[in-house]
C-alpha cells in the first residue's frame, strides 16, 4: 500500500456553515472536492498522526463512498485508530456519545441533516471535537482557511475496507474498529431514564408512532422502544434507512412529517407521536391533534426535568438560541435558575455544558438536548417525554395545557421564505439593519417597538464574540419578529421569520397560533418589505 500525495487546489465556497460544510451530492461528487476538505480539517487540526477518530453518516446517498475516502486519508496522514460505524453509519448523536465514551480527538460526521438526499439531494460534512460536540467557530475558521490556501492531499492507494462486519482490521498500520452504530448510544439511553416506568406504560397498553422518516433513527428506535421497551412492533414507521430517504424530506416539521400527522389525527391515533430527521438530531413531538411547539417542549422538559432520574438533583441552567421563543426563561425564573441566550447552531452551546453552567439546551428547530452529550439529540427528547408520560399518567395534551396555564403560553411560529436570490436577501437584511436605530418607539399594528438590534454574542466562558446572528425587534409585552438568513440551506437564500406572542391570559390559549400572530405577521412583512425585494407573498413552509 503507497501514501499518494495528490496535487489539487482550493474550491471556493467550502466555509462551514452553521452546522459543517453542506452542498449538493454533485458538488461533492466532483475530483478532490470532498478530499480538499478532509485535509483541511485535518491540516486545521495540526494533523491526526497518532490520533482516534469516529466516523459515521445517515446513510444518505454518497455516504459509503465518502466514508472510503476518509478511511484511506486518515491512513495516509497517520491516524492511529478510526472506529466506524457498521455501514458507515451512525447518527449524530450518536457520534457525540462515542467520542465522549472511548475519548477520542474528535469524530467526522456524513450528514446534511434535514436536507433531502439521492443524486440529486445534498451531502454534507461536519468535524466534531474532543468534547463531542460540533467544532466552535474559531475551528471551523481555521478550516475554511486553510481550503483557500490547500495544494495536496494525502490518500492511501488501496482497496476498500470491510464496513459491512463489525471488528477490527488493519490500513496501512491503522486501526479500523467497525462498531455497532446503536449499543454504546442505546446504552447511554438506559442509563438517564426510568426505562422501567416507560416498560411499564406500554405493557399498560399505551401506544405511540415514531416516524424514522427513512433516516439513521430508525435502527436506534426499533432497538431502543420496540426491543427493549415493549412498544408493539410497527410503532416505529418509516423505520428502513434509505440513501434518499424514500424520495421524502426529512425534517420533523408538521410541513414533512404528514403521515405522523395524519396518524396523531385519527379517530384511533397512539397515546404520544414523535418523529426525528436525517441524521436523528431533531425531533418534533406530537399529541393527539397536537404538535407541540419545540419551544414549548423544552420549557416543558425543563419544568418536569427532576421527573427523570438523570436530573433528578435538579438543572444547572439552559439555553435556548436567540430565535427560539422564551418559553424557558419562564421556566428558569421560577425555578431559580440561568437561562443563556445563544446564537443559532448547537456549538454555540457546548461550552456552556463543558463549564457546567447548563444542563438542557434547545432551539426552535427541533433540536432539544442535555449535557448527555455535545449534540442535540432527537431519541433522547422522545425518550424524555416517554418518562414523563409514564412518571405523571397525564397525556401529551393535558401535560401541555397545564404548563401554559401556570406559565403563559408563547404563541410561536416561523415563516420561511426559500429560493431567494443571495444578493436579493442580502440587500433585505441591509435594509433591515439600516433601520434599526429609528424603531424603537415607533408603533406598528397598535404595537410599540421597545428595542431593535441585531444580535451579537459574547461566550461567556472563552469570550469569542460573534456579530450579526439575526435581527430581532421587540415589543411592549415582550412579542418578537426576528430575522436571520438560514445557514444550512444548498441553493440561493432562505430567509427565516420568527414570530413570538406571549399571552398570560389562559382563556386565549386556544386560539390558533397563526391567528394569535396576525399583527405581527403583517408586521414582519411590511418592516422587511419582504414582497419587494423578494417577490415572494407568502412564506414558502411554515411552522
Ligand atoms: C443545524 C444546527 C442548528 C440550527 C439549524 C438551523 O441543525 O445544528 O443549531 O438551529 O441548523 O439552522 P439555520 O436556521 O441556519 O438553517 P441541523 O439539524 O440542520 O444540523
Redesign the pocket.
Known amino acids: 500500500m503507497t501514501i499518494k500525495t495528490v496535487a489539487t487546489r482550493p474550491f471556493e465556497g467550502q466555509k462551514p456553515?452553521?452546522?459543517g460544510l453542506r452542498k449538493k451530492v454533485s458538488v461533492f461528487q466532483q475530483p478532490h472536492y470532498l478530499e480538499n476538505f478532509v485535509q483541511s480539517i485535518f491540516d486545521a487540526l495540526g494533523g491526526i498522526a497518532g490520533k482516534t477518530l469516529v466516523l459515521g453518516g445517515d446513510g444518505r446517498y454518497h455516504n459509503r463512498e465518502a466514508v472510503q475516502i476518509i478511511l484511506k486519508m486518515a491512513a495516509a496522514n497517520g491516524a492511529a485508530r478510526v472506529l466506524v460505524g457498521q455501514g458507515g453509519l451512525l447518527s449524530?448523536p450518536a457520534v457525540s456519545a462515542v467520542i465522549r465514551k472511548y475519548g477520542t480527538s474528535g469524530g467526522i460526521v456524513l450528514s446534511a441533516?434535514?436536507n433531502p438526499g439521492g443524486p440529486d439531494g445534498d451531502f454534507g460534512i461536519k468535524y466534531n471535537i474532543d468534547n463531542g460536540g460540533?467544532a466552535p467557530e474559531k475551528v471551523t475558521e481555521a478550516i475554511y482557511a486553510r481550503s483557500l490556501q490547500i495544494s495536496e492531499y494525502r490518500i492511501i492507494d488501496a482497496p476498500d475496507v470491510d464496513i459491512d462486519v463489525i471488528g477490527d482490521s488493519t490500513l496501512a498500520g491503522m486501526q479500523v474498529a467497525v462498531i455497532d452504530p446503536v449499543s454504546d448510544y442505546a446504552e447511554l439511553m438506559a442509563s438517564l431514564f426510568d426505562f422501567a416506568a416507560i416498560r411499564a406504560w406500554f405493557a399498560a397498553g399505551h401506544t405511540a408512532c415514531f416516524d424514522a422518516m427513512h433516516a439513521i433513527s430508525g435502527p436506534y428506535a426499533i432497538r431502543l422502544l420496540e426491543q427493549t421497551l415493549g412498544a408493539p412492533r410497527g410503532t416505529v414507521i418509516n423505520g428502513t434507512p434509505l440513501p434518499d430517504f424514500g424520495g421524502g424530506h426529512p425534517d420533523p416539521n408538521p410541513a414533512y412529517a404528514t403521515e405522523l400527522i395524519d396518524r396523531m389525527s385519527a379517530a384511533d391515533a397512539p397515546d404520544f407521536g414523535g418523529a426525528s430527521?436525517g441524521?436523528a438530531?431533531?425531533n418534533m413531538i406530537v399529541g393527539r391533534n397536537l404538535v407541540v411547539s419545540p419551544s414549548d417542549s423544552l420549557a416543558i422538559l425543563a419544568a418536569n426535568a427532576t421527573l427523570v432520574p438523570a436530573y433528578a438533583g435538579g438543572l444547572k441552567g439552559v439555553a435556548r438560541?436567540m430565535p427560539t421563543s422564551c418559553a424557558v426563561d419562564a421556566v428558569a425564573k421560577q425555578l431559580g435558575i440561568a437561562a443563556y441566550e445563544t446564537p443559532?447552531?448547537?456549538?454555540f452551546f457546548g461550552n456552556l455544558l463543558d463549564a457546567g453552567k447548563v444542563t438542557l439546551c434547545g432551539?426552535?428547530?427541533y433540536?432539544t438536548g442535555s449535557d448527555h452529550v455535545r449534540e442535540?439529540d432527537g431519541l433522547w427528547a422522545v425518550l424524555c417525554w416517554l418518562n414523563l408520560l409514564a412518571a405523571t399518567g397525564k397525556t401529551v395534551n393535558r401535560i401541555v395545557e397545564e404548563h401554559w396555564a401556570r406559565f403563559g403560553r408563547h404563541f410561536y411560529s416561523r415563516h420561511d421564505f426559500e429560493g431567494i436570490a443571495t444578493e436579493r436577501a442580502d440587500a433585505l437584511m441591509a435594509a433591515l439593519r439600516g433601520k434599526l436605530a429609528t424603531l424603537p418607539g415607533q408603533t406598528l399594528h397598535g404595537l410599540r417597538v421597545v428595542s431593535a438590534d441585531d444580535f451579537a454574542y459574547t461566550d461567556p466562558i472563552d469570550g469569542s464574540v460573534s456579530t450579526k446572528q439575526g435581527v430581532r425587534v421587540v415589543f411592549d409585552g415582550g412579542s418578537r419578529v426576528v430575522y436571520?438568513l438560514?445557514?444550512?440551506?444548498t441553493e440561493g437564500a432562505?430567509l427565516?421569520v420568527y414570530l413570538e406572542r406571549y399571552q398570560p391570559d389562559s382563556a386565549q390559549h386556544g386560539v390558533p397560533t397563526q391567528q394569535a400572530l396576525l399583527d405581527l405577521i403583517a408586521i414582519s412583512r411590511e418592516l422587511a418589505d419582504i414582497a419587494g425585494h423578494t417577490g415572494l407573498t407568502e412564506p414558502t413552509v411554515v411552522t
Do not use: A, F, N, V
Open positions: 456553515g452553521t452546522s449524530t441533516s434535514h460540533p430527521d441524521d438530531d431533531r438560541s443559532t447552531g448547537w456549538k432551539e426552535e428547530s433540536g442535540k436571520r438560514s445557514g444550512t440551506g432562505t427565516r
